[in-house]
């Protein structure tokens, strides 16, 4: 039975859209060694991804070649059938949206409300659609009585939270998220909770790195576990 | 013996109108873990930034308030790559104990203790900015560590960790314990709280304590 | 790792000392090219790849050009080469005193290449062990690694802005600037919020705490550092002689 409703649902993923394909993927940083080894991978449209393993294990490594950030050594990679290596960095950023590890690398402007609008503002969108994103956002991720604060000078689950949201506000098509829960309460990981399966819902596919085991079991579709490089399993549940 | 205790602690970020800490007090026995949760954004860093000594010191803003620390202590901030800054984890572990002037051979003993308890052997030699967010977090403890102090803040230092990793660090915790340090650890991670003696819930209106067993029960 | 690599740190120190205070001193192009052929010789027995340094201190090198062009131009000297008006535009003696500048500049990159074989620990052991306060080595080190780190910092930003979906390159002229204006102060604030962290991690784990301070690296100079050295301040103290009797 159980294995009766595996199978169907294997047919209902054939059915589904690639979003994101790796094929014969490897990565090198400087220092020569092979971080990802040969890595074949499809991640379908509407579909929950997560990806476990253990620390150094080169999760962060493959979110970043997914996302255009760094370029694979050898390998094809494909973003909703074109290639990802030939697309410039700001093109995939219109279609895919990325938190790093660390928040502290995408924060850039004077005030949170600035640094949520930022996207929207120089793509065209007018005054009072931003206004109406940015006050939603913060209202959701409960961050509106920082609006004015500096971005850099803020706790690590604000900073995170001002990342999401950040993301968020360009309607991403695919989302990549590296360890989003860090620094973030049991309240704080509930909404986030709420706000991704909201998206689920409208189709949008995701890729959750994380090492939260209620995170995951509240999110996961489809399980990766990655080992030294290479994906060692990969289940549906 | 008491060998942390703090007393009326208040502390305004400059440019701030509101304070963060409002009168917080809190005490811990050598020998116990204490576990400080609360909202993201509560001003968990910043108590541990005032336990320490890094407020008033080195943070600007408006402090008051008296800390009494007896014994040396030991800070692993929340931000890995803020802590981080030798070319080479080695010269990483190294840094702490130079400073207290140890003998040569003396550092060396313990770096490779240190480093074989975290379990970063294999990453010794390499260069810190090389390293996987979880390395750099074990990295950052390792370099505290080697310092061997005797109150140890830990700010959410097992979030980036996976699991297992997560549990040895937890085993290292409970040995210190059995060595008389005094460990506060900020977690959100309500299944990483079954270490502590005390639970400490940070509040808008101050410090919220909780016995050990019953706050996770309940949770 | 290539043997001269392996060189004491303090060797390296005493032959980029030789090397920029040569160019400096010698305002002579013929003797500043010959230093500078000596600079990329001793880059690619270092196993530098003097190409790829280029590459990476590009804007710096632009900056250089830069300066030597305003130079060349608002400094006329000698025979015009061209000239517009009454107003000597290039001259030989300003391009000669261009070309000496970015020779100059080009050494004292190569020295710093040279130095990079080394890591900073090493050369802050190198300093120290040559009596420089270890607070002064230290906080030099740091100093210098806050340029790069700058650098980092500023490519990451690039980085997070194309992922929001906006490319700098075709924006309007007048958002550009607009956002190369807001990036300024984040950029600046955030290297100070970085260096207060910095200043706080050190402070944390014992700095000063003890009068005296113990060192797990020491370094050893051998036979061949010494040898490296005695040739380095020969040849430099001919050239020397060479020059200013000339
Ligand atoms: N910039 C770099 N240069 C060289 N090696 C790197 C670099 N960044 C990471 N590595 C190495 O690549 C491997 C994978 O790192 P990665 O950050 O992808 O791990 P991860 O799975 O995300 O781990 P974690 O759970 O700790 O975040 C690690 O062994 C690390 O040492
Ligand atoms: N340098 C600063 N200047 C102004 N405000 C600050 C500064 N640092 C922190 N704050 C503010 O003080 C409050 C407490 O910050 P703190 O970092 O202590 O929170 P936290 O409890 O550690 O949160 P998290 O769980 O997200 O790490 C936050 O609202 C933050 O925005
Ligand atoms: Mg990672
Ligand atoms: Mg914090």
């Known amino acids: 039975m159980a294995c009766c409703v595996c199978r169907l649902e294997r047919q209902a993923q054939m059915n589904k859209a690639i979003a994101i394909e790796a094929r014969n993927l490897s990565f090198a940083y400087q220092t020569k060694i092979n971080i990802i080894k040969h890595l074949n991978l499809s991640l379908y449209k509407g579909e929950t991804v997560v990806l476990l393993g253990a620390n150094g294990g080169g999760k962060t490594t493959l979110g970043k070649l997914l996302t255009g950030i760094l370029k694979p050594s050898s390998g094809e990679l494909l973003l909703f059938g074109e290639n990802l290596s030939m697309l410039p960095l700001f093109k995939i950023g219109q279609k895919l949206g990325y938190s790093f590890q660390n928040p502290v690398q995408q924060l850039f402007t004077v005030s949170v409300e600035e640094e949520i609008a930022f996207g929207l503002k120089y793509r065209g969108a007018n005054a009072e659609e931003i206004s109406r994103v940015t006050e939603q956002l913060m209202k959701l991720f409960e961050i509106e009585h920082l609006r004015d604060a500096f971005p850099l000078n803020l706790s690590w689950g604000e900073k995170r939270r001002v990342v999401l949201a950040s993301c968020l506000a360009l309607q991403p098509e695919y989302l990549i998220l590296d360890e989003p829960t860090t620094g973030l309460d049991q309240k704080r990981i509930d909404i986030l909770n709420r706000v991704l399966n909201n998206l689920r819902q409208e189709g949008v596919g995701m890729l959750l790195i994380s090492h939260n085991q209620s995170f995951v079991r509240e999110n996961a579709q489809r399980i990766l576990r990655m080992e030294k490089g290479a994906i060692v399993d990969d289940l549906y549940l | 013996m008491k060998a942390v205790e703090a007393r009326e602690i208040t502390f305004t970020y400059q440019g701030q109108t509101s304070p963060v800490l409002d009168r917080i007090d809190f005490s811990l026995e050598a020998g116990e873990i204490a576990a400080l949760t609360g909202l993201s954004g509560c001003g968990k860093s910043t108590l541990g930034y005032c336990l320490c000594g890094v407020i008033p010191r080195l943070i600007k803003g408006d402090f008051s308030g008296e800390v009494i620390l007896r014994g040396r202590p030991g800070i692993v901030f929340q931000d890995p790559d803020t802590q981080i800054f030798m070319p080479s984890v080695e010269a990483e572990l190294a840094f702490g104990p130079e400073n207290l002037g140890l003998p040569r051979g003396a550092i060396a003993v313990r770096i490779a203790d240190i480093a074989e308890l975290v379990g970063i052997n294999d990453l010794l030699m390499l260069n810190p900015a090389q390293l996987s967010g979880g390395q750099k977090q074990l990295v950052a403890l390792g370099g505290v560590l080697t310092l061997s102090p005797d109150i140890i803040v830990m700010d959410e230092t097992l979030a980036q960790l996976d699991a297992a990793t997560q549990e040895n660090v937890k085993r290292i915790l409970m040995t210190l314990k059995q060595h008389g340090k005094a460990i506060i650890i900020i977690e959100h991670d309500i299944s990483n709280l079954d270490i502590a003696d005390q639970i400490w819930l940070l509040e808008r209106d101050g410090l919220l304590r909780m016995p050990a067993r019953k706050a996770s029960a309940n949770e | ?246």
Request: aromatic fraction near 10%; hydrophobic fraction near 55%; charge should be positive.
């Open chain 3, 1 to 246: 790792m290539t043997f001269t690599s392996k060189l004491d740190p303090r060797t390296k120190l005493f032959l980029i000392a030789c090397l920029s205070s040569s160019a400096v001193i010698m305002s002579h192009w013929t003797f500043l090219a010959v230093l500078f052929g000596i600079s990329v010789l001793l880059l690619l027995l270092f196993g530098v790849n003097p190409w790829g340094m280029l590459k990476k201190c590009k804007l710096l090198l632009y900056m250089v050009l830069g300066i030597a062009i305003l130079q060349s131009i608002f400094m006329p000297a000698g025979q015009a080469i061209i000239t517009v008006g009454s107003l000597k535009l290039l001259s030989l003696g300003g391009l000669k005193m261009a070309g000496e500048f970015i020779l100059r500049m080009l050494i004292i990159i190569a020295s710093a290449g040279i130095l990079s074989t080394s890591s900073s620990r090493e050369i802050i052991q190198g300093l120290v062990q040559c009596k420089l306060p270890y607070e002064v080595a230290l906080m030099a080190s740091l100093g210098i690694r806050f340029l790069p780190v700058f650098a980092e910092e500023f490519r990451d930003t690039m980085i997070a802005i194309q992922l929001r979906g906006v490319d700098f390159k075709t924006l309007p002229f007048k958002q550009k600037i607009e956002v190369m204006g807001s990036l300024f102060q984040p950029v600046v604030a955030g290297a100070i919020i970085k260096s207060k962290a910095l200043a706080m991690s050190i402070e944390m784990r014992g700095f000063r705490a003890s009068p005296h301070r113990s060192s797990y690296l020491v370094l050893k100079c051998r036979i061949r550092d010494y040898v490296i050295m005695i040739s380095c301040g020969i040849l430099t103290a001919l050239m020397m002689f060479c020059y200013f009797s000339i």
